[in-house]
């Protein structure tokens, strides 16, 4: 091969040349040129490129060279050389412009971009170096423990579990650059290896300044006895409960469970396979476990407020006898749990659980974890504790390590709360909250109360359990109360103050209601003011409700995060921003309920600030909270005299004249007592929360009196759910309980969005679980709906006692319709599985969900359950069709039927039919009575395949149809012996004057014959 050298003697010749030539130029010169040509960036350009070809060997394939060294073959190097020749040509040109100059330059510096890239690496590439740095910081990590480690002992070297696994994936980041090694043809090329470990290197370096040592904390090292007067210390480092009942034993400091590092282990040894035990964390006040780790007879599983137990993974098997070493975390707001054997073998966890959430597995978020507020410590123990003896007590917190020696005969630990987390005041009226602080071992405890902005919040006085603060201007600030005995213990209240005009400068309000002046006000309903342009609520803005004779505030009415009284086992329920609307260039507002008394003149004060907009064509700045000049006001009727015969009437408008403004008015207006009751509801739109319930034996009829089919013309509408209001009697937004209900001619509306958020600091709302209408009776009540519209997404429809639908519309896209009812017949009916953009976990729909009768022995008759029949069914585009599904808990039958119905198919109908998730809870060997079923099911007219069928589902028999299902009065009212055969139902529904009220068709069951 040619050397470079000889290439090299060639340009030092031509570089001679051109100096005698420019030597002689020099000697003769020409005319001068207007400008001096410059050569300078091209003489670079030759240098550079030199420079570089010189510094590579030339090399077929690298063999002779040393393992990763640079090399370029031949016919590479001769290209660069021959374009460094053509650029020296140029430049020895002493007629060549400055153009060409420049141009040549250029050429040349791509040629040697070019010629870079063409660089190769000898055989072998040397990965050493990358090794040697991955083996020691794989060293370095071995070398340390976390606090989440079983084995970690005093003198241990540490470091946080964050830090710990981010310094893990920085090593495997650099074994995967390392895993070239191995290949033939590596993927890597030498600069990527020494960039890998330059980088590895730096992030070992700052991994070592972030270890520290476990150190030995002398105290305190005991555990408080918490509602554990039984509890026994051996000496020994055994631990011993005696009677059953919620027993703790906790480590007596407060945990931070944003900031701090802390863990409880112990090792514990099964006496009895009973009880509820465990580790954890608990709030004080109440004893409540959040977040714990449970022991159970099922298995280990996480315990909290709000939820249920979340098995741990794998499962545990345990028995009498056998040793388990339990630890359960707390790492900067993180909640995990471990269970190990006493070896120290990993056996199951549950990890990474946010602090105030946990996943259920379906992605559907629940309250679990403590919240900051919460007062938290360490602790061991539960129900039953005297089935476990716990030993080998441990805590370890932000480094230091704690051996339990001891227990403290104490009860009470050191405790705060305070009546309220936030207050709203105004410039003109203070506030107050109260507070208990309690000290170590019991007894008041003083506080102290700071304002974060005095100018804005002024802290009058903190003793005798109460804070006095007044608001010096409109703003908002925080006020910290401090428990002296443990300056641990902290609260916050938030308080916002308004500010209001001394007086109103808007001239007559014409566009209020009730008008200014009303002498005859609706107690219920909404209120409202017209503006001239569109109004704006703005951010922490209320509006106010004084009582004129007094001018006491009587009601706010907050733009956010608010909550409404309610009649029921729920008794009050989130409405978060509901309260107050926009529409138009009018802003609507609800007073909370019972707020207003008959008879009695009130007025209307709104903050500076509240609303942005312009009325009687000036800036709107608030109207006035001063009794003598406030320009807002009105006295409310009389109460409205009622009769049983005479239907009770409901009409939104402002210029009808009803006995009520909304609907829930005319409910709670209904006397307690036996009878018949009627409400005849106006056509428009009701934006209302229903929440009712009575405890009296009355038959309420809820009749609308439009025309339009399936009663669209008069909608009762509300936003609630399972995000907003847990559990099945706070999320509905048509709540009925106490009574039999009859509806006609109107619609039913929850407007639950997914991914709206409807609380502030709430996470957008996924968990739609938003029933349009909740029968809440129980047995032997009933409920019949007629020519009436039911929309929702998920559980549009929930039931209890025995239900007949007739002609109605009913929309959803999750088991949308269910609950516990004896039977709910859908006769007649038009479904709709809507197609809902906002649903990405799952594009299935299941229709019935039926949690029916009981398995219990003792329980000898199963009604008919959820009955879809003689009805239709649109599934709309990208939909999966499910008919049933399994009840999800508890010791019911999956009770539903199918029955002359046809779907419409613009999605599909699953092969399976019934929804294939166990456990499928039917009547062994009767599946046709008690089970999932159905008959004459088509699709456009036509039969449905339904061979794909799952097991132990399928088929009514002729026989079967022809007495017990082909009308509705078989289907209502006879039930299913599980020793066989069916009988009449010990409760009988007559619905002979709801068919007649139904205009509904004769029943084809009426003359069947047993």
Wanted: hydrophobic residues 35%.
């Amino acid at each position: 091969m040619l050397h470079p050298a000889k290439k090299r003697l060639h340009r030092i010749f031509s570089v001679i040349l051109s100096t005698v030539i420019m030597a002689l130029f020099i000697a003769c010169p020409n005319e001068p040129d207007d400008k001096p040509i410059n050569r300078s960036a091209l003489e670079s350009a030759i240098q550079e490129a030199g420079d570089l070809l010189d510094s590579l060997p030339i090399s077929a394939d690298g063999t002779e060279l040393n393992p990763g060294d640079e090399y370029v073959i031949q016919a590479d190097h001769d290209t660069l050389s021959g374009k460094i020749d053509e650029a020296q040509i140029v430049l020895d040109d002493s007629d060549a412009s400055q153009v060409q100059i420049d141009q040549a330059a250029a050429d040349l510096n791509a040629a040697k971009t070019v010629f870079e890239g063409l660089v190769k690496y000898s055989e072998g590439v040397n990965f050493s170096g990358l090794e040697t740095s991955v083996q020691t910081a794989a060293a370095l990590l071995d070398s340390v423990k976390t606090l989440l480690d079983s084995s970690v002992t005093v003198g241990a070297k540490w470091v946080i579990q964050t830090d710990y696994t981010a310094f893990g994936g920085e090593i495997e980041t650099a074994k995967i650059v390392l895993a070239n090694k191995d290949l033939q043809n590596p993927g890597v090329t030498q600069p990527e290896i020494n960039a890998a470990k330059t980088a590895l290197d730096d992030k070992k370096t700052a991994f070592e300044a972030l270890i520290k040592t476990v150190q030995a904390a002398p105290a305190p090292g005991s555990l408080v006895m918490f509602n554990a007067s039984a509890a026994v210390y051996n000496g020994t480092g055994t631990v011993n409960f005696g009677a059953n009942g919620e027993r703790r034993l906790v480590y007596p400091e407060k945990v931070d469970i944003r900031n701090d590092v802390i863990s409880i282990q112990a090792k514990i040894t099964v006496t009895s396979t009973s009880g509820h035990n465990g580790t954890g964390f608990i709030s004080v006040t109440g004893s409540t476990r959040k977040g714990y780790m449970m022991l159970t007879a099922q298995n280990v599983k996480n315990d909290g407020t709000g939820a249920s137990g979340q098995g741990m993974e794998p499962a545990v098997s345990w028995a009498a006898g056998d040793e388990y070493i339990f630890k359960s975390e707390i790492n900067k707001g993180i909640i995990n749990h471990y269970v190990y054997s006493t070896a120290g073998v990993l056996v199951s966890q549950r990890v990474n659980q946010p602090i105030g959430t946990y996943t259920d597995g379906q992605g559907n978020p629940a309250s679990f974890g403590h919240l900051e507020t919460d007062t938290v410590y360490a602790s061991i123990g539960g129900t039953a504790v005297q089935n476990m003896t716990w030993s080998d007590i441990l805590v370890y917190r932000n480094g230091n390590l704690y051996t339990i020696n001891s227990l403290q005969a104490q009860s009470v630990l050191p405790s705060l709360s305070v009546s309220a987390s936030t207050a709203r005041i105004t410039t003109s009226t203070p506030g107050s909250v109260t507070y208990t602080a309690t000290a170590t071992g019991g007894g008041t405890a003083e506080i102290t109360a700071v304002s974060a902005d005095p100018a804005t919040v002024r802290v009058d006085s903190f003793a005798g359990g109460t804070i006095h603060f007044s608001g010096l201007k409109a703003g908002t600030a925080e006020i910290t109360v401090t428990n002296t005995a443990d300056t641990a213990q902290t609260v916050k209240i938030a308080v916002t103050v308004t500010q209001f005009l001394t007086s109103d400068s808007y001239g007559a309000l014409t566009a209020v209601y009730p008008a200014a002046g009303e002498t005859s006000a609706y107690t219920d309903g909404e209120f409202m003011i017209t503006f001239d342009t569109v109004p704006r609520l703005e951010t922490g803005g209320a509006i106010y409700l004084y009582d004129k004779a007094s001018g006491n505030v009587v009601d706010s009415i907050l733009f956010a995060d608010e909550k409404q009284p309610t009649l029921g086992s729920v008794t009050t329920v989130n409405v978060g921003p509901q309260l107050a609307r926009v529409d138009g260039n009018s802003v609507y507002f609800t007073l909370h309920f019972n707020k207003l008394e008959y008879g009695k003149e009130y007025y209307i004060g709104i903050p500076t600030g509240a609303i942005t907009a312009t009325l009687n064509n000036r800036p709107f700045e608030g109207l006035s909270d001063v009794k003598t000049v406030a320009s807002w006001s009105f006295i409310t009727r009389a109460a409205p005299i009622l009769n049983e015969s005479v239907p009770i009437s409901v009409a939104a408008a402002h210029n009808a004249a009803p006995d009520f403004r909304t609907v829930f008015g005319a409910l709670k207006a209904i006397p307690a007592g036996s009878g018949s009751w009627t409400i005849n509801v106006a056509p428009g739109v009701y934006t209302e929360l229903v929440h009712y319930a009575n405890s009296a034996n009355v038959t309420v009829t809820i009749n609308g009196t439009g025309s339009a089919p399936y009663g669209q013309d008069v909608v009762i509408q509300y936003t609630n759910c399972e995000d907003m209001n847990g559990g099945t009697h706070g999320r509905p937004s048509f709540y009925f309980s106490g009574a039999n209900l009859v509806l006609k001619n109107l619609t039913l509306k929850n407007t639950t969005v997914r991914g709206q958020r409807y609380i502030t600091n709430v996470t957008p709302t996924t968990n739609t679980q938003a029933e349009a209408i909740f029968f809440a009776n129980g047995t032997n009540r009933t409920l019949a709906a007629f020519n009436c519209s039911f929309l929702s997404h998920q559980d549009t429809i929930q039931t209890t006692g025995k239900n007949w639908f007739y002609k109605c519309y009913i929309e959803g896209d999750t088991d949308y319709i269910w609950g516990t009812a004896d039977v709910c017949l859908l006769e007649d009916c038009e479904l709709v599985c809507v197609n809902d953009p906002k649903k990405t976990n799952s594009k299935d729909t299941i229709l019935l969900v039926a949690r029916t009768g009981s398995t219990a022995a003792a329980t000898t008759t199963v009604p008919k359950g959820y009955v879809l029949f003689k009805s239709n069914v649109k599934v709309e585009t990208g939909m999966t069709a499910y008919f049933s599904r399994n009840p999800g808990a508890g010791a019911y039958y999956d009770q539903t039927a199918v029955i002359d119905t046809d779907f419409y198919l613009e999605g599909v109908i699953a092969p399976t039919i019934w929804n294939a998730s166990p456990p499928y809870t039917f009547l062994e060997d009767a599946w046709e009575h008690v089970g999932w079923k159905l008959y004459n099911v088509t699709a456009g007219g036509s039969p449905h395949d339904i061979s794909g069928m799952r097991e132990n589902a399928g088929e009514i028999t002729e026989e079967v149809y022809n007495l017990e299902y082909n009308g509705r009065g078989t289907i209502l009212n006879r039930v299913y012996r599980k020793a066989g055969g069916y009988q009449a139902a010990a409760n009988v529904w007559n619905i002979s004057a709801l068919e007649s009220a139904f205009g509904a068709s004769p029943d084809a069951s009426a003359s069947n014959s047993y």
